[in-house]
């Protein structure tokens, strides 16, 4: 690949992640940030072939300021962006094969408590429009365990809160149908009945907005999750995904199965759902302790 098309051929790259892959709006912010930082390196640089060779001179300008996940993440955006470039005939060969991702630790999914969680939920206030779509929020996430931007992405025709169930697309633009319970319902009628522009919600209407009546941000949800938090003395560092992570231990410990949680989680490999099996050891050792005749 020449130098001088690689920023032409990324452009077409981000328009790919939009109308072909369907690449969810975080994945494609993250992939587009990574490969323009290897464009910027590559364009200052003496490279006139983009290669294997470039890739490596510039993860050793980088690495000792990232973490391993973070220079793990910006290898895979570029192997990304070159298995498309080959697809697209503007390159013979994927020649970023050759370079390894570094070995990440496995670190186990941080989570709530149920009592920690119930804590989280029962002390969100109630008083006012933005209140109750908090409340509505964070209740279906817990609910339904479903990621924040899934929660962010629905429509007003997504939701069924009769029936009790929500239509998500989750990564790659799949589609998956969740059940949801009693209390995210009440939440939800309630939110649904103060919100300001009420009388003029259509079908394709996003589910929750800001106080301007545009689709609530990812960085808006995680700003109000954080100072709820500190105002419900609850400190432990649970980022928006903790909220996912709290389902799905607490439904493993409860007695879901395995398999039950992947699909409702939308998990492709069970591997991936299988880390709570690691979180879930306290309430092993639990039963254990109060279970086996000679302990």
């Keep these: 690949m020449d130098r001088n098309t690689l920023r032409v051929v990324s452009r077409e790259f981000y328009k790919y992640l939009d109308t072909e892959k369907g690449a ?9 940030g990574d490969v323009e930082d290897f464009i910027a390196f590559v364009e200052k640089s003496s490279f006139d072939v983009v290669d294997h060779h470039a890739i490596r001179a510039y993860i050793v300008g980088i690495y000792k300021n990232l973490k391993k996940s973070s220079l793990s993440r910006k290898i895979s955006s570029i192997k990304v962006f070159f298995r498309f470039m080959k697809k697209k005939g503007y390159i013979e060969e994927n020649t970023a094969l050759v370079i390894k991702n570094p070995k990440i630790e496995k670190h186990l999914p941080k989570f709530y408590t149920v009592d920690e969680m119930f804590h989280f939920l029962d002390f969100l206030p109630t008083e006012g429009w933005l209140n109750m779509r908090n409340k509505a929020i964070f209740e279906l996430m817990y609910s339904a365990g479903m990621r924040a931007q899934e929660a962010l992405d629905i429509n007003v025709n997504d939701i069924h809160v009769e029936g009790m169930w929500v239509k998500v697309q989750g990564k790659g633009g799949k589609e998956r149908i969740l059940p949801f319970g009693e209390k995210a319902k009440q939440a939800i009628d309630a939110y649904l009945v103060t919100r300001k522009d009420k009388d003029r919600l259509s079908a394709k209407s996003p589910l929750f907005v800001n106080v301007r009546g545009n689709r609530l ?15 419900a003395r609850l400190f432990k560092d ?3 995904h903790g909220i996912r992570h709290s389902f799905a231990t607490h439904m493993l410990d409860s007695g879901a199965d395995l398999r039950s949680i992947q699909e409702l989680l939308g998990h492709a490999k069970l591997s991936t759902t299988q880390k709570y099996t690691h979180v879930s050891m306290d309430k092993l050792m639990e039963i254990y302790d109060k279970s086996h005749p000679r302990r």
Aim: aromatic fraction near 8%; proline fraction near 4%.
């Design 238 to 240: 649970l980022a928006l």
């Design 24 to 32: 969810p709006h975080n994945t494609k912010r993250a992939y587009k």
């Design 217 to 231: 941000s990812y960085r808006g949800l995680l700003r109000i999750m954080k100072k709820h938090q500190i105002k």
